[in-house]
């Protein structure tokens, strides 16, 4: 059984650091990609950052150069950094963890429960 969760939200400054974590444990055949994605109120889902292919990372606009994500891989067991720096108050929201493989041509998402990060003085 496939089982993503996240961890490392919590309430920060403007201007502060976070670094949230994503721990993947289960078999996951042909992962094609692996994420963090947040949802803020009112909003839509939305792509954070993602790396795929072990190593080619792609970030939203907003996010460019402030965030970084990052993955290691220990035991067999995949964990799924985001480093995030110089937070502003539009960066809260819920943050979710996604794994993406490829079963038989077709994509197949496994998502954490979210984690929430919230910016505020």
């Known amino acids: 059984q496939v089982q993503v969760v996240e961890s490392g939200g919590g309430l920060v400054q403007p201007g502060g650091s976070l670094r949230l974590s994503c721990a993947v444990s289960?078999?996951?055949?042909?992962?094609?990609?692996m994420g963090w994605y947040r949802q803020a109120p009112g909003k839509e889902r939305e792509l954070v950052a993602r790396i795929f292919g072990g190593s080619s990372t792609e970030y939203s606009d907003s996010v460019q150069g402030r965030f970084t994500i990052t993955t290691s891989r220990d035991g067999g067991k995949n964990t799924v950094y985001l480093q995030m720096n110089s937070l502003k108050p539009e960066d809260t929201a819920v943050y979710y963890c996604?794994?993406?493989?490829?079963?038989?041509?077709?994509?197949?998402?496994?998502w954490g429960q979210g984690t929430q990060v919230t910016v505020s003085s």
């Open positions: 996604n794994i993406r493989s490829m079963d038989r041509g077709s994509p197949l998402d496994y």
């Open positions: 289960g078999t996951i055949f042909s992962i094609n990609a």
